[in-house]
């Protein structure tokens, strides 16, 4: 993460450099609003995660997907801008989505939120005791599909994400992927990783090895 030289087009760049190479790329001041730039690069990504999904992902909510990014912003801010203070991650990290959690909500913030676990590293990273690593770590929970790989999250919610078949093996394979095994707390989840897995312990060995002993 660093900050942009001043002129640059905030939002569009933000996302720009997120898609392309993972970087956050903010500067300080006010949230920028979403321009026509992070509209199009957004959709297009949405579109290609769309084609790649298992069966048929929930609809599209572009007020959810704004929101996110938004949060996004601020969180990044906060992680580079150390001056911020607790009101500003209040501020942040405490405005509600404009819609009611639902599949369709968990899919479309995790365009933007996918993109915590790395920011919540980061911000350990650079500050161990700072209380922004606690906020960041409340407000994950909140978004489970997204938070996979942060480690222990307390009071997850996956109502939305099991419920919806394409959802819940996105959030199975992400599992799997990042080897959370904190997780497989949930017995859904669970049984759902060891049927993933079946035959093949190898191809995930650190969850094998914690679903053998469960």
């Not at 760049?13 to 957004?42: C, H, R, T, Y």
């Not at 938004?70 to 009101?87: A, H, K, N, P, W």
Request: with cysteine; proline share 11%.
């Amino acid at each position: 993460m660093k900050p942009l030289p001043g002129n640059s087009p905030l939002m569009g760049s933000f996302v720009e450099a997120l898609f392309k190479e993972g970087n956050a790329n903010v500067q300080p001041g006010p949230i920028p609003p979403m321009d026509k730039p992070a509209w199009d690069l957004v959709l297009a990504q949405e579109q290609r995660q769309r084609h790649h999904a298992p069966g048929t992902p929930p609809a599209f909510d572009p007020a959810s997907a704004e929101w996110a990014f938004q949060r996004l912003y601020g969180i990044s801010q906060l992680v580079v801008c150390r001056e911020m203070g607790t009101d500003a991650v209040h501020d942040i990290l405490t405005q509600p989505c404009p819609a009611p959690i639902s599949p369709s909500t968990h899919w479309s913030v995790d365009l933007a939120l996918r993109f915590l676990p790395d920011a919540g590293r980061l911000a350990m990273r650079m500050s161990p005791g700072d209380p922004l690593n606690q906020a960041l770590c409340e407000f994950a929970a909140g978004w489970p599909l997204s938070s996979v790989g942060m480690g222990e999250l307390e009071s997850l919610n996956l109502a939305g994400i099991m419920s919806h078949p394409s959802l819940r093996q996105v959030y199975i394979d992400r599992v799997i992927e990042k080897a959370d095994t904190t997780r497989l707390n949930d017995l859904e989840v669970r049984e759902a990783v060891r049927a993933a897995i079946g035959a093949h312990p190898e191809l995930a060995p650190g969850l094998s090895q914690w679903l053998a002993q469960s």
